[in-house]
């Protein structure tokens, strides 16, 4: 491939192939739709397995979807990739809120074998537990599983073991809620000297609806120091091991992936730990109080802490996370940071709700605003954000007005629904420098 080339070998891409009209009349070779008809532009295009293509040519256009092949018969700089001799690539393929965990490791198998993966919040039955299966079954060399109870930590690893014995499973007890225990597990991974490199975190784990305000002994409102401090914290301590694997390897493939929430707001900056009353704060940062009254709160001006509340102000400063470690981390390292929704899926992240919040999602559930999905589908954007390597491509940029495009995923796809305050450069730099202070330590990668 000539340099400046936009589609490297063995890379996923969603533009249209050109090949001759004979050829793309055989269906099997893939999906007809992303195909567009230009006769006599290959030597070669055969069919080498059900995904995969090769094609040999002295020319070769890459038309973006939407594009019309006839109406542009000379390649122009920045819509067509010029090519030289043989390349092959998977073919095009779409994924979406019924695609499996499974299915997108085995469509990323190469991402996956020989690599170290570490996710926290594994527990059986949990989508941590369903993300940890799925990396497995494509022969990672490492997966590291973490979480505060050793029971269940235990339970994972002997099912692990069992479904997958070839790959070799460890175990980290860290309480994210505690700055203490998250250094002391951060250090225990960095002393293993037979695992050199850490090449895709992904940050499960967390809390919700804790009924009553609650803060830890660092001083911090739990929610919001498990999901988020307790995260930020662990990727920092052990970036030294994440950017090792961004040096030996492609740009953007290395990836810290945070799993956040479809219900975003912004940052509580005047009250991070929820002691005022939400109508005493400035008017930016009060919480959509009709959004809580339908979920079955009552009172929502009066009171200063609300359950939900409480979960989603720290599922923004997950997002926030990816935003400013992008800044920091892709230009320099390669490194890429996204976060995303997983979709309502039943697990024990709802054992708090009340019983007003659990008919509240009776009644929306029966009115079609959402539907609860399996553990596979609610693990399957996580696969995507970890391996998909064409997310990597343009992230942070500005696009149709929404800030870091790229940032966040839903229903496995780049998705523009995250609020403008979770997305924004100005509120990310703010929460990074928020986080620095409550752990007490700097980091500026």
Known sequence: MREGGKIPDGVWTDVFLVADEETLADESIGPGKYYK?????????????????????????????????????????????????EISFPL???????????????????????KTVMITGVNVGGLGFTTAQAFASQSPAHVIIVGRTPEKLQASLDALRAEFPDVDFRSLQIEL??????????????????????????????IMCVPERTITTDGIEITF??????????????????????????????????????????IRWSDINFEKANKDLPAVEQPPYELFRAFGYTDVEE???????????????????????????????????????????????SRNFSDKMTEAL???????????????????????????????????????????????????QISDKAGPLAVSSEEADRLWKLSEELVKQEFNW
Request: glycine share 10%; proline share 5%; hydrophobic share 40%.
């Open 37 to 85: 008809v230009a006769p006599a532009m290959f030597n070669v295009f055969r069919k080498e397995s059900k995904d995969m293509v090769r094609i040999s040519t002295p020319l070769m256009r890459a038309i973006h979807p939407g594009d019309d092949a006839a109406a542009m018969p000379v390649p122009k700089e920045g819509k067509y990739a010029r090519f030289d001799g």
């Open 177 to 206: 809620g505690i700055q203490k225990s998250v250094r002391v597990g951060a250090a225990e991974f960095l002393s293993w000297t037979d695992v050199p490199e850490l090449n895709i975190l992904v940050n499960n784990a967390g």
């Open 303 to 349: 009171k200063s802490y609300l359950p939900l509340d409480g979960y989603n102000r720290s599922k923004t400063a997950n997002i926030l996370f990816g935003v400013a470690a992008n800044k920091m981390l892709y230009d320099k390292y390669g490194i890429v940071t996204m976060a995303l929704h997983p979709g309502a899926i039943f697990t024990e992240l």
């Open 92 to 114: 095009p393929r779409q994924f979406n809120e019924a695609t499996e965990a499974l299915e997108v490791a085995k469509a990323f198998p190469d991402q996956i074998r020989g």
């Open 362 to 412: 009776e009644v929306m559930m029966n009115n079609g605003v959402f539907s609860w999905r399996s553990q596979g589908a609610g693990a399957a954007t996580s696969l995507v954000a970890s391996l998909d390597p064409k997310l990597g491509v343009g992230i942070g940029e500005m696009v149709n007005g929404s800030d870091n495009y790229g940032a966040f995923m839903y229903d496995c």
């Open 225 to 266: 120091a498990t999901n988020h401090i307790g995260h930020w914290l662990l990727a920092n301590l052990i970036m030294p091991k994440l950017i090792k694997a961004s040096v030996s390897n492609p740009k953007g493939t290395t990836r810290v992936v945070n799993v956040s929430s479809g219900l975003t707001t912004g």
